[in-house]
């Protein structure tokens, strides 16, 4: 192969490697040595594992030589999010206050990770406590840059794990999506990023739940078809998670036309910026030029309803989780306001919250008896200075899903006149994860974004 290593998508090697043209040791190196350019200009890891990595590395190189391998992801060098358990490093949730956790098991996902061979690279750097303001920025582990403009942010909370797929350290990213945390640092880095339904990849050993059952683990890749063999490595039931019941595996599967959309633009008064507006009108035109039904609307739910009670859950749960800790001085500035707020809140305002969040999901349920999709931007703001903190609107359409449960994906659309790339939201109905997916492979086969990379 004439690409370099570390460019090759996971399904590219996935095949290579049962072809005999390539090994996860020699893979691993690339990456390795691609990390060591990038890394210094991008602080993309909170802990990079070299040692378990070449001996994950090493195990699948003697399982392809025995003509064994364990799944699909067997040698693929993927990242962790750091708010997510991987035995034996360090789990820091991008928090002074964590430096010296050590996880004790695998979370669910991780371990399903594992059984198929994957190569865990080691934990890439998160927002503090997973709430960040759209950067990674952490009195722990600095900034966080993203590859298209190091000046930029990639986006929170998932922004080490986009920024590393973007420049080449691992095609598969693992990250947790909360409010829009997969979405938007997908949409900043170019890159295919599913927030999976409530309880699609089942989740034990995990940390403390503080954004109640909002949080969802899910995948980041350069190609629709490396995140679906990412999803279908960890997606499925487990008896220990009682929201996983029911789910089944899926796949990628042909798109009937006539499939109706509906395209949201804006968000009641919440600004989107003209890049993102241009380039989002110009993706809905080309779903319509591939057979959808497009129709052009506003937000079929409450949206002041949901910006009333959204603040309530984070506030509410890191006050919840700092309650007995020493944090005066330890974290970011932004957190000691917000764990005020949450605890001025009663019971009764967090169940407010819960309640609300059940008329959004009745409101987009009813939405979805005529639409088979809603469509959105996935972020409303550009990436700006990666120091700092977005501009409210940059999240405006991503955490009503989360509330719902629902299932979304960004995708990427054309880039700015920059080059900067944007990306746009699609949503389904509860369980429609895999038809997300399809309709994410239809529009990459007919509008490539996999040859845009970036120039670091």
């Given at each position: 192969?004439?690409?370099?290593?570390?460019?090759?998508?996971?399904?590219?090697?996935?095949?290579?490697?049962?072809?005999?043209?390539?090994?996860?040791?020699?893979?691993?190196?690339?990456?390795?040595?691609?990390?060591?350019?990038?890394?210094?200009?991008?602080?993309?890891?909170?802990?990079?594992?070299?040692?378990?990595?070449?001996a994950?590395?090493?195990?699948?190189?003697?399982?392809?030589?025995?003509?064994?391998?364990?799944?699909?992801?067997?040698?693929?060098?993927?990242?962790?999010k750091?708010?997510?358990?991987?035995?034996?490093?360090?789990?820091?949730?991008?928090?002074?206050?964590?430096?010296?956790?050590?996880?004790?098991?695998?979370?669910?996902?991780?371990?399903?990770?594992?059984?198929?061979?994957?190569?865990?690279?080691?934990?890439?750097?998160?927002?503090?406590?997973?709430?960040?303001?759209?950067?990674?920025?952490?009195?722990?582990?600095?900034?966080?840059?993203?590859?298209?403009?190091?000046?930029?942010?990639?986006?929170?909370?998932?922004?080490?794990?986009?920024?590393?797929?973007?420049?080449?350290?691992a095609?598969?990213?693992?990250?947790?999506?909360?409010?829009?945390?997969?979405?938007?640092?997908?949409?900043?880095?170019?890159?295919?990023?599913l927030?999976?339904?409530?309880?699609?990849?089942?989740?034990?050993?995990?940390?403390?739940?503080?954004?109640?059952?909002?949080?969802?683990?899910?995948?980041?890749?350069?190609?629709?078809?490396?995140?679906?063999?990412?999803?279908?490595?960890?997606?499925g039931?487990?008896?220990?998670?009682?929201?996983?019941?029911?789910?089944?595996?899926?796949?990628?599967?042909p798109?009937?036309?006539?499939?109706?959309?509906?395209?949201?633009?804006?968000?009641?008064?919440?600004?989107?910026?003209?890049?993102?507006?241009?380039?989002?009108?110009?993706?809905?035109?080309?779903?319509?030029?591939?057979?959808?039904?497009?129709?052009?609307?506003?937000?079929?739910?409450d949206?002041?309803?949901?910006?009333?009670?959204?603040?309530?859950?984070?506030?509410?749960?890191?006050?919840?989780?700092?309650?007995?800790?020493?944090?005066?001085?330890?974290?970011?500035?932004?957190?000691?306001?917000?764990?005020?707020?949450?605890?001025s809140?009663?019971?009764?305002?967090?169940?407010?919250?819960?309640?609300?969040?059940?008329?959004?999901?009745?409101?987009?349920?009813?939405?979805?008896?005529?639409?088979d999709f809603?469509?959105?931007p996935?972020?409303?703001?550009?990436?700006?200075?990666?120091?700092?903190?977005?501009?409210?609107?940059?999240?405006a359409?991503?955490?009503?899903?989360?509330?719902?449960?629902?299932?979304?994906?960004?995708?990427?659309?054309?880039?700015?006149?920059?080059g900067?790339?944007?990306?746009?939201?699609?949503?389904a109905?509860?369980?429609?994860?895999?038809?997300?997916?399809?309709?994410?492979?239809?529009?990459?086969?007919?509008?490539?974004?996999?040859?845009?990379?970036?120039?670091?």
């Amino acid at each position: 192969m004439t690409e370099p290593l570390w460019t090759l998508s996971a399904t590219s090697l996935r095949d290579a490697y049962r072809a005999g043209t390539l090994r996860p040791g020699d893979v691993l190196e690339a990456v390795l040595e691609r990390n060591a350019v990038v890394d210094p200009r991008l602080n993309l890891f909170a802990t990079l594992d070299v040692e378990g990595a070449r001996a994950a590395a090493a195990e699948s190189d003697a399982r392809f030589e025995r003509g064994e391998p364990l799944g699909d992801l067997d040698g693929i060098p993927v990242t962790i999010k750091d708010n997510i358990h991987v035995k034996g490093l360090r789990c820091a949730w991008g928090s002074n206050l964590y430096l010296d956790q050590i996880s004790e098991e695998d979370e669910l996902p991780v371990a399903r990770l594992r059984a198929q061979g994957a190569v865990i690279l080691g934990k890439t750097n998160v927002s503090e406590f997973t709430l960040g303001r759209g950067n990674v920025s952490t009195l722990a582990f600095g900034t966080t840059r993203n590859p298209w403009n190091p000046e930029l942010t990639s986006g929170a909370s998932t922004g080490g794990g986009a920024a590393a797929t973007a420049a080449g350290v691992a095609p598969i990213a693992f990250g947790t999506d909360g409010g829009g945390s997969i979405r938007r640092p997908a949409a900043h880095n170019g890159l295919v990023g599913l927030k999976p339904s409530t309880g699609r990849v089942a989740r034990i050993n995990g940390l403390p739940p503080i954004l109640h059952d909002f949080e969802i683990i899910g995948p980041i890749a350069r190609t629709t078809a490396d995140l679906a063999m990412a999803l279908s490595a960890t997606e499925g039931p487990d008896a220990h998670d009682r929201l996983s019941f029911g789910f089944t595996k899926g796949k990628i599967e042909p798109v009937r036309k006539g499939l109706k959309v509906l395209y949201v633009p804006q968000l009641a008064d919440m600004k989107v910026e003209e890049p993102i507006r241009i380039s989002c009108a110009r993706a809905a035109e080309n779903l319509a030029t591939l057979g959808f039904e497009l129709d052009t609307g506003e937000a079929p739910f409450d949206v002041a309803l949901f910006e009333k009670h959204w603040p309530s859950i984070g506030g509410s749960g890191l006050a919840w989780l700092l309650k007995d800790t020493n944090w005066e001085g330890r974290i970011g500035a932004a957190y000691p306001p917000m764990i005020e707020k949450g605890k001025s809140l009663s019971a009764i305002d967090y169940v407010d919250a819960l309640m609300a969040f059940r008329t959004i999901y009745a409101q987009l349920a009813v939405a979805f008896e005529t639409y088979d999709f809603i469509m959105t931007p996935s972020a409303g703001a550009m990436p700006w200075k990666a120091e700092e903190f977005g501009p409210p609107y940059h999240r405006a359409f991503t955490g009503f899903v989360n509330s719902a449960g629902l299932p979304g994906i960004s995708i990427p659309c054309d880039p700015a006149e920059d080059g900067m790339p944007i990306g746009f939201q699609l949503i389904a109905p509860f369980g429609k994860d895999w038809d997300l997916v399809s309709v994410a492979a239809l529009y990459e086969q007919n509008h490539p974004w996999a040859d845009r990379r970036p120039q670091i």
